[in-house]
């Protein structure tokens, strides 16, 4: 079967790929995007929160929204709390596949024609052009775009290389009682180097999640039936769902007529799993660099090395940054993680940071240095000089450009 010759072909319609979509589209490019499932964002395992700020930039309407955050409850690993509460609406929470279809269907608008349940099997790229081969056709195009969520294969044998550092995450829907806001569970025997959660959406449902260095699904189980949940939790869906997140970046996101954007890229806040806004981040640079060059009809690699530049430029210090502090979380123990949470209420850290204008729901880097810088002081010996080595480490490799 024979398909029109496109501009461009992405391979992916999560947000970050509907949203290069849509941008050139709108630019007037011809676009196809290849979607390996029936429709945008089903089964996607996320919980979908964005800032407000995020939200507005996508330009979808609120009907995709399931609750809006105000506020949220941090526990310690004995159980204490922490509530943080900011003035005025912090965070949506977004259902995935009503917010995907949505920019899908900008983009689709905009002129991007989308095939359903067809996944790209195979990317050939040559001087002339790129095929793009799924199981029973070829696509013809003048360049490509990789945002099919984290999935070593293809950037590793278009010769990118891939991403080696990652966290498994695993949620479910669960109907709870008595859970009114944002829950955040802290304990390396629940969610070792990362964290658990409560969502809650709608309709008494929430999401309950684990991030976990390896075995999710088996610490979000452990989740459920800890007295963190237990209690909270008054029906189960049976069904789990599993996902990798990127840790790291991708060595090399461009090549002559490709770029990879997303988290096939890496673009995710490593402090907290969520790659949503990143993403979009992402597009937005891959959408100028490319139009660009689509536009001279240089879509040589030097040219299109300017994407990774632009990307790294805005969130390369912020990915860095937050996989340096969760390379440190992962190195406390429970009771030093106990010590904090105590050091943190007592001396009124958190409100503190909140009022600071490190503050950023979206931005964490500075917010993770004037935190560290805030507990070192009250930490015993041993805490504060690994807190202290890891900052110089970060001012370092800060100051190389990592
Ligand atoms: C448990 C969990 C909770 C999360 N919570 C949040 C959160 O609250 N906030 C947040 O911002 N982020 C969150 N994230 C991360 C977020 O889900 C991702 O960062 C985001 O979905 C990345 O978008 P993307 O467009 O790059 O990729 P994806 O959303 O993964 O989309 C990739 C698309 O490509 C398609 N595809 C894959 N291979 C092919 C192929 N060969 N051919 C055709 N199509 C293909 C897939 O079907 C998919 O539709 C969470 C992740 C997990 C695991």
Known sequence: ????????????????????????SSRGFKVAVLEQKEAPGIDTCCTGIVSSGCFDSFGVAPEVISNKARSAKLFSPS?????????????????????????????????????????????????????????????KTRAVVIAAGFKPGFTRKLGLGSIDHFAMGAQSVVEVQGVEEVEIYF??????????????????????????????????EKLLSSPFCREKIVRRDTEIKKRAIPLKTLPRTFRNRLLVIGDAAGQVKTTT????????????????????????????????????????????????????????????SDSQIERIFDIVSSHNIAGALLDSPSFSFDWHGNLILAFMRSVWNYLPGKISSVFRREIDSINISGRQGA
């Not at 079967?1 to 050139?24: E, Q, R, W």
Request: net charge neutral.
């Open 273 to 332: 799993g969520g790659g949503i806004y990143f993403g979009n981040l992402g597009s937005q640079a891959a959408v100028e660099v490319l139009s660009e060059a689509l536009d001279t009809g240089n879509l040589g690699a030097k040219q299109l090395f300017r994407y990774q530049k632009a990307w790294k430029a805005k969130m390369g210090r912020e990915i860095h940054l937050g996989y340096m502090a969760r390379r440190l979380y992962g190195k406390l």
């Open 187 to 220: 304990s390396q025997e629940m969610a070792p180097g990362f964290f658990g959660w409560l969502v809650p959406i709608s309709n008494g449902e929430a999401l309950a999640g684990v991030f976990a260095t390896s075995h999710a699904k088996f610490y979000l």
């Open 79 to 139: 159980g204490k709390s922490l509530r943080l509460e900011k003035k005025g609406i912090q965070a949506y929470i977004v259902d995935r596949a009503s917010f995907d279809q949505a920019i899908a269907a900008k983009a689709m608008a905009a002129g991007a024609d989308y095939f359903f349940s067809l996944p790209a099997t195979d990317i050939v790229i040559d001087s002339d052009g790129v095929q793009v081969e799924t199981p029973h056709s070829a696509f």
């Open 1 to 24: 079967m024979s398909h029109d010759f496109y501009d461009v072909i992405v391979v992916g319609a999560g947000p970050a790929g509907s949203c290069t979509a849509y941008g050139l």
